[in-house]
């Protein structure tokens, strides 16, 4: 079964293998680099969703031969005062769509303000934490869980929850 993700990034892609392995055997995932079509650092949940979207038929388009197409696309929301981080997952086989929605996590305050004055979350992190490139690691919910919850765990439940179409095809 081939993946093509729609991202190089290395969470994104293992989040997607480990996703896909608890449903699957003998996947193979590659990555593509397309745009997402929202802004750098989307700032509403319709704007995350419409990323991830975006992001699937992109890689679809590019890449025709593959058995499943995913977007991932992490963004953030303001919630009574509070800036919130989560990120889409959209899968589609051509025929199906699968979505899910990670869990939603608090930001700190210092990253609201940096995030407020036009940065985005990983270079927020990094500043603040003293990082270099965060969003390919451990992500912001790493960083703040001393990595007991790292951004892959974080996507991986979501990947199989977008995957529950596809595996109950009569029920969708």
Same mark, same amino acid.
């Given at each position: 079964?081939?993946?093509?993700?729609?991202?190089?990034?290395?969470?994104?892609?293992?989040?997607?293998?480990?996703?896909?392995?608890?449903?699957?055997?003998?996947?193979?995932?590659?990555?593509?680099?397309?745009?997402?079509?929202?802004?750098?650092?989307?700032?509403?949940?319709?704007?995350?969703? #419409? &990323?991830?979207? $975006?992001?699937?038929?992109?890689?679809?388009?590019? @890449? =025709?031969?593959?058995?499943?197409? +995913? !977007?991932?696309?992490?963004?953030?929301?303001?919630?009574?005062?509070?800036?919130?981080?989560?990120?889409?997952?959209?899968?589609?086989?051509?025929?199906?769509?699968?979505?899910?929605?990670?869990?939603?996590?608090?930001?700190?305050?210092?990253?609201?303000?940096?995030?407020?004055?036009?940065?985005? #979350? &990983?270079?927020? $992190?990094?500043?603040?934490?003293?990082?270099?490139? @965060? =969003?390919?690691?451990?992500?912001? +919910? !790493?960083?703040?869980?001393?990595?007991?919850?790292?951004?892959?765990?974080?996507?991986?439940?979501?990947?199989?929850?977008?995957?529950?179409?596809?595996?109950?095809?009569?029920?969708?």
């Amino acid at each position: 079964m081939k993946i093509v993700v729609a991202s190089k990034n290395p969470v994104k892609l293992n989040a997607v293998q480990l996703g896909f392995s608890t449903y699957y055997s003998k996947i193979e995932v590659e990555g593509v680099s397309v745009a997402s079509g929202v802004s750098d650092q989307p700032k509403s949940d319709e704007e995350t969703l #419409l &990323g991830a979207e $975006n992001r699937v038929r992109s890689a679809c388009s590019d @890449s =025709k031969a593959a058995d499943f197409w +995913v !977007g991932i696309e992490g963004g953030l929301c303001s919630k009574q005062g509070k800036l919130e981080a989560f990120a889409w997952i959209v899968i589609s086989s051509g025929e199906k769509t699968g979505r899910a929605r990670t869990t939603t996590f608090q930001l700190p305050v210092k990253v609201a303000e940096l995030i407020e004055q036009g940065y985005e #979350l &990983g270079h927020a $992190n990094d500043i603040l934490f003293k990082q270099e490139n @965060s =969003k390919q690691k451990t992500g912001a +919910v !790493g960083l703040l869980t001393n990595n007991k919850i790292n951004r892959t765990a974080l996507y991986k439940q979501a990947v199989e929850l977008a995957l529950v179409p596809f595996l109950n095809p009569d029920l969708y």
